[in-house]
C-alpha cells in the first residue's frame, strides 16, 4: 500500500452483500473466523456492509487500525453496538465507560498494574498454579478450559481484590459462562435492545447471580479493608465534592476486572496448550529451555528474561489464536479512513484474527512458528500487525499482567506435565467479545518422569 494519501471519494467501499434485515450478521454466525478472513482477502483493506444497526466498516490495513486506535482516538468511542452487548453485564466499568468517569477509575485501577505491583503477584500466581497441579493425577484427562478458568479467577480475585474466592468460583464461572454464550445471539444483533430475547433473559439472570458474588465481596472487604488491592481503593476514594463511589460503580468495575482479568488469560493459556499439543517439536524445546534455565525449581520474576522461547511460544499463540479476535469503534465525527468517509455513528471493526494471519505481515501466517518472533522480526513489522491487546489510550490496563500470568502458569504446568489431545478432540471457536471453545477440550497429562 502507498503511504501517500489516495484521494478522497464519496463512493463506499467493497463489501459482501447481506440479507434483508439482518444483513451479514446471519453469514458471520455461521463461519464468523472464515467470513472476516475472506472479507479482508475479496474486498482489500477497507470493506463495507449494510448492517441491521448501521453502516459497518472491516479495515484490514494496521496503518487504518492505526489511525482509529492511536492517531484520532479522540474521535472515536467503544459504541452502541459495543454497549449493548457488554453493558447489561459490565455496566459502566473501564470497559465500557467514556470520558470523564473512564479517565477517573482508570486512573484510580492504574496502579494496581505498576510493575512495581506486578512483580508482587508472580510468587502467588505461581503458588496458585502448583496448587492446582496437586489436584492433577498422572494419566488422568483433564478439561483444560475449565481448569485455566478457575485458576485464573482466583489469581485475579487474589491479586486485585485481596480475596479467596475458593467458595465462589463455580457461580462466578457459570454466570460469566452463561453471559459469553448469550452474546452469539442473532435475535440480539437483530432485535431493538427493549425485546427481551431468551439471551437477553440469560444474560439477566447470570448478572443476577454474580451481583449476589460481588456486592457480598465488596461489604466483606468494606468491613475487612485491606492496603493496597484495587477493591478497597475503590471504597475508600472520593471525588472532588467528597463523595465517595456507589456500590453500583465499585460493582461494574469488580465485574469488569473479573471478567476482563481472567478470561482472555484463561483462553490464552488453553489455546496454547491445544496449539502446543498439536506441535510436540514445540513442547520439546519448550520443556528444554525450562530444564535448562529453572533447573526444576518453579519459575520467578526474575526467571523470565531467560524465558525467551517460553515467551515466544506464548506471542505465537496468541497471533494465532488472539483471545480477543477483534474489536469495534464508533467515530464521533467523520472521519476519512483509506479515501473513504466513514461516517458518524458508524462501526468500524479491527480484526485481530485477520491481521495476524495476514501473509503480507507474516510468513506462511497459518503455520505455528514461535522462532518467528526475534527483534529483528518484531522491529519489521507495522505497527498494529500485532495487537492482541488492542493499542492507544483504551489498550488493555493489564497487558503486562497478562503476559506475566500466561509465561509464569505455562513454565510452571509443563515443567511438571506432558499434556496431550485425546484423540476425539477439535478446536471449535466462537467468535463474539472473546474466541471462546464451543466444545470442552479435554487433554491427558502425564507427569514428567524427573519430577
Not at 443 to 450: F, Q
Request: glycine share 6%; net charge negative; with cysteine.
Amino acid at each position: 500500500m502507498s503511504s501517500d494519501t489516495p484521494p478522497v471519494t464519496k463512493e463506499t467501499p467493497p463489501g459482501p452483500d447481506g440479507l434483508p434485515i439482518v444483513g451479514t450478521r446471519l453469514a458471520f454466525l455461521r463461519d464468523p473466523f472464515g467470513f472476516m478472513t475472506r472479507t479482508a482477502r475479496e474486498y482489500g483493506d477497507i470493506a463495507y456492509m449494510e448492517e441491521p444497526h448501521g453502516n459497518l466498516y472491516q479495515l484490514n490495513h494496521p496503518e487504518y487500525i492505526e489511525q482509529v486506535l492511536v492517531q484520532n482516538n479522540q474521535n472515536y468511542v467503544k459504541g452502541d453496538i459495543f454497549q449493548g452487548t457488554l453493558g447489561p453485564m459490565t455496566g459502566n466499568g473501564i470497559l465500557n465507560s467514556e470520558g470523564a468517569v473512564w479517565r477517573r477509575n482508570r486512573h484510580l485501577i492504574q496502579p494496581a498494574f505498576h510493575p512495581g505491583r506486578i512483580e508482587a503477584y508472580a510468587e502467588m500466581m505461581t503458588n496458585l498454579t502448583e496448587e492446582m497441579l496437586e489436584t492433577w493425577a498422572d494419566g488422568e484427562t483433564r478439561l483444560v478450559h475449565e481448569d485455566m478458568m478457575t485458576l485464573t479467577l482466583k489469581i485475579v480475585a487474589q491479586a486485585l481484590f485481596g480475596v479467596d474466592i475458593d467458595d465462589y468460583v463455580e457461580p462466578i464461572a457459570e454466570s460469566l459462562e452463561e453471559f459469553m454464550e448469550a452474546t452469539e445471539s442473532l435475535a440480539n444483533m437483530v432485535l431493538p435492545p427493549g425485546i427481551p430475547t431468551p439471551s437477553r433473559m440469560q444474560t439477566k439472570a447470570a448478572r443476577k447471580k454474580l451481583d449476589e458474588v460481588v456486592y457480598h465481596l465488596i461489604e466483606q472487604r468494606r468491613e475487612n479493608p485491606g492496603e493496597n488491592d484495587v477493591l478497597s481503593t475503590l471504597l475508600d476514594v472520593t471525588d472532588d465534592d467528597g463523595h465517595r463511589m456507589t456500590d453500583e460503580q465499585i460493582r461494574d468495575e469488580v465485574v469488569t476486572l473479573l471478567l476482563a482479568g481472567h478470561e482472555t488469560t484463561a483462553l490464552s493459556l488453553t489455546l496454547t496448550m491445544y496449539v502446543l499439543g498439536e506441535h510436540p517439536k514445540v513442547e520439546e524445546k519448550l520443556v528444554a529451555e525450562l530444564d535448562e534455565v529453572l533447573d526444576g525449581r518453579p519459575p520467578t520474576m526474575a526467571d523470565l528474561p531467560n524465558l525467551t522461547y517460553t515467551e515466544q511460544v506464548v506471542k505465537e499463540s496468541m497471533r494465532l489464536y488472539p483471545p480477543v479476535p477483534g474489536i469495534i469503534r464508533q467515530p464521533v465525527k467523520p472521519d476519512i479512513i483509506g479515501g473513504y468517509e466513514i461516517p458518524a455513528g458508524s462501526t468500524v471493526q479491527m480484526n485481530q484474527w485477520v491481521v495476524h494471519r495476514d501473509p503480507r505481515w507474516y510468513d506462511d501466517p497459518l503455520a505455528f512458528q514461535p522462532e518467528r518472533w526475534t527483534e529483528e522480526f518484531e522491529g519489521s513489522l507495522p505497527k498494529l500487525a500485532y495487537f492482541p491487546f488492542a493499542a492507544g489510550p483504551r489498550r488493555c490496563i493489564g497487558d503486562r499482567f497478562a503476559m506475566l500470568e500466561a509465561r509464569l502458569l505455562l513454565a510452571t504446568i509443563y515443567q511438571q506435565y506432558h499434556l496431550e489431545l485425546t484423540p476425539e478432540t477439535e478446536l471449535d471457536l466462537m467468535a463474539t467479545v472473546t474466541a471462546r471453545p464451543k466444545k470442552v477440550i479435554p487433554m491427558t497429562v502425564r507427569r514428567r518422569t524427573n519430577q
